[in-house]
């Protein structure tokens, strides 16, 4: 055990005084909170005290004491499993929005929608996920926009709506 302390205190110190260990863990936790704050907590921070008001931050989920109490028995994770579905599907529409317009700068259109985590992977290399493996086409070249057009409407329509 005194050789695992080794990297925190030089070897000149003597281990035999009281109360060593706890002066050894008490100069880690001094360190650990002198080191500079992490981006994700500065995230959680900003995001935090946003100023959202809190019938927002519950997902625009009305909290279980403010209704009386049905009649029938329910279980306690349905809210949790409602607010897990709006949470995605707030995420996707994002996620869609960004992609598309980032994409659209590379030169591609997105023509199917797909998981939001599906299109963060077409923001990395758009020429290899153009077709997945089941020979699905999601995005096409904006060049290729009038080729496809005749094929079908959807694509028509969406190729209109980008002004093509």
Partial sequence: MKQSWGFLIPKYYNYGFENFYATVIQRAYRNYKKRPESLAKRIWEAVRNDGTPDRKKLLGITPRDTYPAPSWPTRDD???????????????????????????????????????????????????????????????????????????????????????
Wanted: aromatic content about 14%; glycine content about 4%; hydrophobic content about 35%.
């Fill in 78 to 164: 349905e809210w949790i499993i409602e607010k897990k579905w709006q949470l995605s599907v707030r995420l996707a529409k994002v996620t869609h929005d960004i992609v598309f317009k980032i994409l659209y700068q590379r030169g591609y259109i997105i023509i199917r929608g797909s998981d939001w985590t599906n299109q963060l992977k077409w923001l990395q290399n758009p020429e290899y996920y153009r077709i997945d493996k089941d020979n699905i086409e999601y995005l096409i070249r904006v060049t290729e926009c009038e080729k496809y057009k005749d094929n079908s409407w959807s694509i028509k329509s969406i190729c209109e709506r980008v002004g093509l």
